[in-house]
């Protein structure tokens, strides 16, 4: 048995302190990395004028990206297609769940105020159409930083008011008034991701998630604006079975959900929960076309699918033209 990889404690540029990659030193880093199948193929860099422009700004007003702190590896395509998923409210996430990578610690209610105008004013001059807003989980801010969150939207739409914004939010910890505050922001597409299913919620992900709090997050913000696009996600490999994917299927079209991504589980680190299996991509197909029959507008199904990836085209009925 190897020594434990050991948990390693960083310092951001605001001051706050946190575990870097989210999970402290356990047993799972004595698990060895899970050879990746032929299919699980990598954006090769694709870096031009759209990525160079993106990397600087971003660096440049310490703006953090979902795309770098959760290692997706799309990063290089999207980006340089001009498209990025903005993480608000820093890179330090007051929840630890097993399959992210993003910092943990308590930021202890810092906000960068500043944000909202940055983000947009970036936005602005990458004269992007569309955009995705996440953020970190905020539980040491009253309202979970939904006010910062509509701000942000506010400033987007009156630099570019033709820019359409999707947002992958945190769970507000179930806030009706934090998820109104959000919804009635000018906003396309409202995202909570439920990760996983039921039985795997825990230990997967934070404690203080939850997989009805999640529905129950989606079905508030339809019934705050039914007009609006609700959509979710679940990450495959983390040992679920095909009649619980079906299940979830079940729950989020029974919580007025209208989109759903799936995507296969790719280990950020040894710290973080083993990879269960592969997930084929004729499994994937079956999954998407199992999933249309549940009756959402689209299911976006593929290995390298994630929440965010090509989210503009996600209404385009093709699989976001993601070949399987």
Not at 125 to 136: F, G, P, R, S, W
Not at 278 to 285: C, G, H, I
């Amino acid at each position: 048995m190897r020594d434990l990889i050991p948990t390693v404690k960083i310092t951001n540029h605001a001051g706050v302190k946190s575990i870097k990659d989210g999970m402290k030193s356990n047993s799972y880093s004595n698990i060895e990395r899970e050879k990746k199948p032929s299919w699980i193929r990598m954006t090769a860099n694709q870096a031009n004028q759209n990525y160079t422009l993106i990397k600087n700004k971003v660096k440049h007003l310490n703006l953090s990206t979902v795309c770098e702190e959760a290692k997706c590896p799309n990063l290089s395509e999207c980006w340089s297609r001009g498209t990025a998923t903005f993480m608000l409210m820093g890179d330090t996430c007051t929840r630890a769940c097993q399959f992210c990578s993003v910092n943990t610690g308590n930021p202890k209610g810092w906000l960068d105020k500043e944000e909202p105008s940055k983000i947009a004013e970036t936005i602005a001059v990458m004269d992007l159409k569309y955009i995705v807003l996440t953020c970190v989980n905020r539980d040491d801010i009253s309202d979970g930083g939904a006010q910062h969150f509509a701000d942000t939207v506010n400033a987007i739409k009156k630099l570019s008011p033709k820019t359409e914004v999707e947002v992958l939010t945190s769970d507000f910890n179930g806030a009706y008034d934090s998820v109104e505050t959000v919804v009635n922001s000018p906003i396309k597409v409202f995202a909570q991701n439920i990760e996983t299913v039921e039985r795997l919620t825990h230990p997967i992900r934070d404690p203080r998630a939850g997989y009805k709090k999640t529905l129950d997050v989606l079905q508030m913000a339809k019934e705050i604006n039914a007009d609006m696009i609700t959509k979710s996600s679940i990450i495959l490999g983390l040992g679920e079975k095909e009649e619980e994917i079906y299940q979830t299927f079940k729950d989020l079209r029974d919580h007025s959900v209208d989109i759903v991504t799936l995507g296969q589980y790719l280990r950020p680190t040894l710290n973080h929960h083993p990879i269960d299996r592969w997930v084929t991509p004729e499994e994937f197909d079956l999954y998407r076309k199992v999933g249309l029959k549940y009756g959402f507008l689209e299911v976006i199904s593929s290995p390298m699918a994630r929440s965010s990836y090509r989210a503009e085209r996600a209404l385009d009925f093709n699989n976001a033209g993601i070949k399987v």
